[in-house]
């Protein structure tokens, strides 16, 4: 009886991944679900998966092709810091890798912070797999599935419908941000603030790794733009990534770029994927992620100097 059950397990768990491949995403866009893949999670009236083994259904419900080997291998090593829980209930977990060098700078990247984005995804999973396998220059700590609710949801929001990137408490938050998004983004729904910055459990939870974890450089990943934007010191000249032109895109009260960078004085670096065409390029997120890193040591530097001045 005990191993019928647990043949019936198994194969419950084979359908459920193999579905989840048999749906790969279509275009991607800002205002379009980008999956119809079935994305993992635990309702809140069960007991949650253990974080190694959601993260390895996360990651494998991910577009693409990756082995179980180096996801599981990856997944082992996930943690989750107290508190960090969505809203319904599923653990936001995190990779960490400590770097090799004298004085490593810390990352701290995420994805999946807007939950249709799901191409933004890859890039973390691809980032983490390759971690696992190197001894990388800096830290990394990389939060693959920021709003797991979102994601389940297929909607950018949170389940209680607030957008997290305008829900960091900026200083400017309660003068400006529901003002801002009553007024520029005409109460748009996909952008609604929330009712007071840091509402939200997903954003308490972000805020908590930066207080603990201290970065000294962010980095977020999104769709659909395509370029790479960048609030922080000026570091001349960017290096080049061809897929993706540098291009300031600006930051909105509650935004992480205008919580971290204008308020924390936190280099933020936004990765805009442009879409599908993103997704087989591997080893472009691998330098991709090599650039990010220079870029990071290089912003700490001038970020120093900038400190060093200002006192
Ligand atoms: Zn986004």
């Keep these: 009886m005990r191993n019928m059950l ?4 198994c194969l419950s768990l084979i359908s459920i991944s193999t579905f989840a491949f048999a749906d790969e995403p279509g275009a991607a866009s800002g205002s379009a679900p980008a999956s119809a893949a079935v994305i993992p999670v635990s309702p809140a009236s069960t007991k949650p998966l253990p974080i190694q083994e959601l993260c390895f259904e996360h990651l494998k419900a991910m577009p693409g092709t990756v082995s179980d080997a180096d996801v599981k291998a990856a997944c082992a090593n996930v943690k989750q810091l107290e508190g960090c829980v969505s809203h319904d209930g599923t653990p936001i977990y995190h990779f960490e890798k400590i770097g090799t060098d004298k004085n490593p700078k810390k990352i701290f990247a995420k994805a999946l912070i807007h939950g249709d984005e799901g191409l933004s995804g890859n890039v973390a999973r691809a980032w983490m797999l390759r971690l696992q396998k190197i001894d990388p220059r800096n830290t990394w700590r990389v939060m693959p599935v920021t709003n797991p609710d979102g994601w389940k949801l297929k909607t950018r929001t949170n ?3 607030v957008d997290l990137n305008r829900n960091f408490p900026t200083k400017d938050w309660a003068d400006n941000a529901q003002k801002y998004w009553v007024k520029n983004m005409k109460s ?3 952008r609604n603030p929330g009712p007071d910055g840091a509402s939200e459990i997903e954003t308490r939870c972000l805020i908590k790794h930066f207080d603990e974890f201290k970065p000294d450089f962010l980095i977020s990943v999104h769709i659909p733009l395509g370029v790479l934007d960048f609030d922080g010191p000026k ?4 290096p080049k990534f061809s897929p993706l032109p540098w ?9 992480l770029g205008r919580y971290m960078w204008a308020d924390r004085k936190v280099p933020v670096l936004t990765i805009e994927l442009k879409g599908n065409e993103d997704i087989k390029k591997l080893e472009a997120f691998d330098k991709l992620q090599d650039i990010s890193g220079t870029v990071a040591i290089q912003a700490d530097q001038l970020n120093k100097k900038d400190k060093i001045k200002a006192q």
Aim: positive net charge.
């Design 247 to 255: 291009q300031a895109l600006g930051n909105f009260p509650g935004s």
């Design 6 to 9: 647990h043949l019936f397990l």
């Design 188 to 190: 748009d729904p996909r």
């Design 235 to 238: 570091v001349k000249p960017p």
């Design 159 to 161: 389940a209680r419908g």
